[in-house]
């Protein structure tokens, strides 16, 4: 499938038109799919044998894998990366009349979940080259209400950690990791998502550890957020029809959990071959001497797992005229900041701007990344790309 331009890869409809035989997609899950079809389907039939479909063995298996992975004690499933962020909110205390700093450009659920717990988002912009939360403006954005800093790994690229850690330290700030788009990405030997109070995952599937549905993820170290959040996300209880707090309906299914667990096997793979596709693109680009050109960083210390692969051109529109036309899938992620949507107009501060973001939003293009791409589709890419820029 070629999924539509200008779509959010978190919330994308994957249910475009099939493949024509010389397009190249931007994420293409049937190629996946075919690599790993006889460990699918096999675990899925033993989920359908079992008959036992919610909170069952392949939920409890998921969850200490997943744990293990991201170096951290403990994993709490859950029915979304959007779930994972609002639980691990609100087990760590924060609701109303509190404020949780965070990315002035993300996807809308990263800001949508602090304002579900009734806290208010307060952005500041982004640093120049991996498009993550500028940990230099943090400081001063702290005020008596602040109770907790929620950092965006973005793209696969992980945030540079310790200074966000060392601002959280001096003005015991809570911090909850937004993993959604990097799960296996590091900062040193340190994986995201093992750093802070929480780490929330997605599982969409359109993420490098994609379910066939939704789902998500909550990683820590705290015994007593895995307690409250298992509570919130079954209604508030623990013994049937017993219910001790107000929570919600939000289990990760057990053919979710099957099918990540044997996709959980191949995640290193598959991110190294993402990381050389990176370094194919770079290479072609190069060739190419397109010098007008931005493409992705990698920061000193991080190890980038190329959720997607975005580039940055004043000459957006043209470029995915090119594309386009040539049946070559690509979206822009994101056309527009945080503090710019209008559903967040009422926590808009008038006098601030967020020039980074800004001009990432006006600029970013991404282009298709997903580990059964060759060197030559990647190469058609590029001449396209080229071709468009030359012009």
Partial sequence: ???????????DAMTAAPLTTDAIPLIDLQAQYRTIKDEIDHAIRTVLERGQFILGPEVAALEREIAAYCGTMHAIAVASGTDALELSLRACGIGPGDEVITTAYSFFATAEAILAVGAAPVFVDIEPDAYTLDPD???????????????VHLYGHPCA???ILQVARAHRLKIIEDCAQAIGARVGHKRVGSFAEAGCLSFYPSKNLGAYGDGGMVVTNDASLVEQIRLLRHHGSRDRYRHVAVGTNSRLDELQAAILRVKLRHLDAWNEVRRSHARTYAEAFRRHRLDSLILP????ECVHVYHLYSV???????????????GIG???????TLPAQPALASHRASARTFPRAEAVAREILSLPM??????DLIEHVVIQVARALQR
Avoid at 1 to 11: H, I, L
Avoid at 312 to 326: D, I, P
């Fill in 1 to 11: 499938m070629v999924p539509r331009a200008g779509a959010d890869p978190d919330d």
């Fill in 137 to 151: 403006q943090l400081a001063a954005q702290v005020t008596p209400r602040t109770k907790a800093i929620l950092p």
């Fill in 161 to 163: 950690m310790e200074p």
């Fill in 297 to 300: 960083r990698e920061l000193p």
């Fill in 312 to 326: 940055r051109t004043s000459q957006r529109e043209r470029v995915m005229a090119a594309l386009s036309e040539h």
């Fill in 330 to 336: 690509h979206q822009v992620a994101y056309p527009t």
């Fill in 370 to 375: 997903y580990p059964e791409l060759t060197a």
